[in-house]
């Protein structure tokens, strides 16, 4: 650490038991108390919002601030009641004076925010947690590293921290986190804004926990050649046996070295037949998943505890498809599996291989007469759903392209939602429900672009199954905001209306914020396809900062719209379903705690012992 030495004055002048100010030449202040023979100095200004503590009282070597009773000691500079602590200074005396090193050690100072942030965490006060990220970003760390600027450091503490402390493994606060980082680096929120949001969703969940552990040790005690050889040939195959027989401690030790080892790709490959497996605890398995691998890849630092929380997660995760309303879905993934598998050589393939033709890759869309078609049928429940993703690939149609579809329909769903559904006493639906059919299809797509054939064929048929098992949430007649199969938008090359080729201007804001679900949709009838998707870059401020309250409605409220504008992206055929759908959801204002419901649902189980009425 350097030195920068600067004379505060004769020791004669710093009265015993008693703060007192001094400056340097630039202005900046510092509070320093006589005490014992040694001069104590600290930060003159309050971390809390920046009160002179030289103003405050003594008593006992505690420093009180007199605006807000924060106390801190000035021995250490810790804070014994308040928040965070405060920066103390080395002093000496030479000579009857005083002098002051102003000189900041980095790699301490760094170590002292790091750890005040993670208390700030724990105890879920994201002002606070924000204050400390801006003092990371103070120090001139990351600024240039990604597009998340001075508080990268401050979001990589809080991707370590929340997977570290997730109690049931990852969860909506790291996804929340995931998605913000993203609007963040596109500049679609200001970072302290995204930042305090997903504190606060990752300090409520595991407010006052301790860490989780760290699955049970494995012996590491081999050469790296051996390692790997080991990790190449099994290991990814002995994360899912683990998985499956819910040996949790397990299953996250061999995923943390498997993450030393490999990597997040080693990570992906050991988790992805264990994900297309199933639908796992309403879509979260495979949603967690892609956030997950997404939170690795921008956080290197923090990948081994971010992907041994997505592990934990789907250790203790419901396989959804393995209860009997999803008999249609578990006989499809029975025939699927009875389909050759592509040769190396996709135009090699023998005909009914899964990705045989030129659809092998996913790259080729269906046309759209076709994809209505099919479509329609995903839409017209669980039964025809997978039946029709089984017979579409078994004619050789890329999983990727068929995902599309689904994705689409998925939309189109989450539009027809029948919001009497939320005002029933008698049951637990609500529109959260379908947002998952949403978010889990634009995960299956982003998943099965790594994954094998076989893999993104199964997360085909699983999100196809969802999708149609969610029919009865629609209303009893859909919508006239209901957006049509992609087939009936007017093709492409048409000339939009002049009105269609503006962007939003703030009026899809402005309704949004009033609420205004009619006008809001009238406005995005309007818009072409540029024009949408500037729209959602527009919408994203209202869904992370206005639309909820509660984290958990929030995070639901970021990742639909994220993965909505996801599936507009890479949809060779867009239409309005994807922003229409969004703001059928977001616009409405949404009761997020249903007191009354959960007292109704309650006293009727406890009278008859039966589950309340759901959408199967």
């Known amino acids: 650490m350097k030195s920068d030495w600067i004379d505060l004055g004769p020791l004669s002048e710093f009265p015993a038991e008693e703060p007192v100010l001094r400056k340097d030449d630039a202005g900046r202040r510092f509070a320093c108390v006589l005490r014992g023979g040694e001069v104590h100095a600290l930060d003159d200004r309050c971390p809390h919002q920046g009160y002179p503590l030289s103003g405050g009282a003594l008593r006992g070597g505690v420093l009180t601030c007199a605006w807000h009773n924060w106390k801190f000691d000035v021995a250490s500079g810790a804070c014994t009641f308040g928040g965070e602590p405060v920066r103390r200074y080395a002093t000496r005396v030479d000579g009857g004076r005083v002098l002051l090193n102003r000189a900041v050690d980095t790699a301490s100072e760094v170590r002292r925010l790091v750890a005040s942030l993670r208390e700030a965490i724990l105890r879920d006060d994201p002002a606070r947690a924000l204050r400390d990220g801006l003092r990371l970003g103070a120090l001139g760390l990351h600024r240039m590293e990604t597009g998340l600027g001075s508080l990268h450091l401050a979001f990589e503490v809080l991707a370590k921290d929340g997977a570290e402390r997730a109690e049931y493994g990852f969860d909506h606060g790291l996804a929340l986190l995931s998605d913000l980082c993203a609007w963040v680096e596109r500049g679609w929120v200001p970072a302290e804004e995204a930042f305090v949001v997903a504190a606060h969703a990752i300090g409520e969940a595991s407010a006052r926990l301790g860490p989780r552990g760290r699955g049970a040790g494995r012996a590491t005690a081999r050469s790296p050649l051996a390692r790997i050889v080991e990790f190449e040939l099994d290991e990814p195959a002995k994360v899912s046996e683990a998985l499956a027989a819910e040996r949790r401690d397990e299953a996250e030790?061999?995923?943390?070295?498997?993450?030393?080892?490999?990597?997040?790709?080693?990570?992906?490959?050991?988790?992805?037949?264990?994900?297309?497996?199933?639908?796992?605890?309403?879509?979260?398995?495979?949603?967690?998943?892609?956030?997950?691998?997404?939170?690795?890849?921008?956080?290197?630092?923090?990948?081994?505890?971010?992907?041994?929380?997505?592990?934990?997660?789907?250790?203790?995760?419901?396989?959804?498809?393995?209860?009997?309303?999803?008999?249609?879905?578990?006989?499809?993934?029975?025939?699927?599996?009875?389909?050759?598998?592509?040769?190396?050589?996709?135009?090699?393939?023998?005909?009914?291989?899964?990705?045989?033709?030129?659809?092998?890759?996913?790259?080729?869309?269906?046309?759209?007469?076709?994809?209505?078609?099919?479509?329609?049928?995903?839409?017209?429940?669980e039964r025809p759903a997978v039946e029709a993703t089984v017979r579409w690939l078994a004619r050789g149609a890329g999983p990727l392209a068929l995902l599309v579809a689904i994705g689409h329909a998925a939309a189109v769903r989450l539009a027809r939602f029948d919001p009497a559904w939320e005002q029933r006493l008698d049951a637990e639906v609500g529109v959260l429900d379908v947002t998952h059919a949403v978010t889990f299809a634009e995960a299956a797509a982003a998943l099965g672009r790594e994954a094998s054939p076989r893999e993104a064929a199964q997360l085909a048929v699983l999100a196809a199954g969802f999708v149609g098992k969610l029919r009865n949430a629609d209303a009893a007649a859909p919508p006239a905001s209901a957006a049509p199969p992609a087939s009936a938008a007017p093709p492409a090359s048409a000339a939009p209306p002049a009105s269609a080729a503006r962007a939003p201007g703030g009026a899809l804001l402005r309704a949004a914020e009033a609420r205004d679900v009619g006008g809001a949709l009238a406005i995005a009838r309007e818009l072409d396809a540029g024009g949408r998707l500037r729209a959602f870059a527009e919408l994203a401020p209202f869904a992370a900062l206005d639309a909820a309250a509660r984290p958990i409605f929030t995070a639901h409220a970021v990742k639909t719209l994220e993965a909505l504008w996801r599936l507009e992206s890479s949809d060779p055929q867009p239409d309005g379903a994807y922003l229409e759908a969004l703001l059928t959801y977001v616009v409405p204002v949404r009761r997020e705690l249903h007191a009354r419901r959960i007292a109704a649902v309650a006293k009727k189980f406890m009278s008859d012992g039966r589950p309340p009425e759901g959408l199967y």
Request: charge should be negative.
């Open 253 to 381: 030790a061999r995923m943390r070295e498997l993450v030393e080892v490999r990597g997040a790709a080693g990570a992906r490959r050991a988790l992805l037949p264990f994900v297309a497996q199933h639908l796992y605890d309403y879509g979260h398995g495979a949603i967690f998943l892609a956030k997950a691998l997404e939170l690795a890849e921008r956080f290197s630092s923090a990948a081994d505890e971010v992907l041994a929380a997505s592990t934990v997660q789907l250790a203790w995760a419901t396989a959804d498809t393995s209860l009997p309303p999803f008999a249609a879905t578990r006989a499809a993934l029975a025939r699927l599996a009875e389909l050759p598998l592509p040769g190396a050589d996709a135009a090699a393939a023998p005909a009914g291989a899964i990705g045989a033709g030129p659809a092998a890759a996913g790259a080729a869309p269906l046309d759209p007469a076709e994809r209505a078609a099919f479509e329609a049928e995903v839409l017209a429940g």
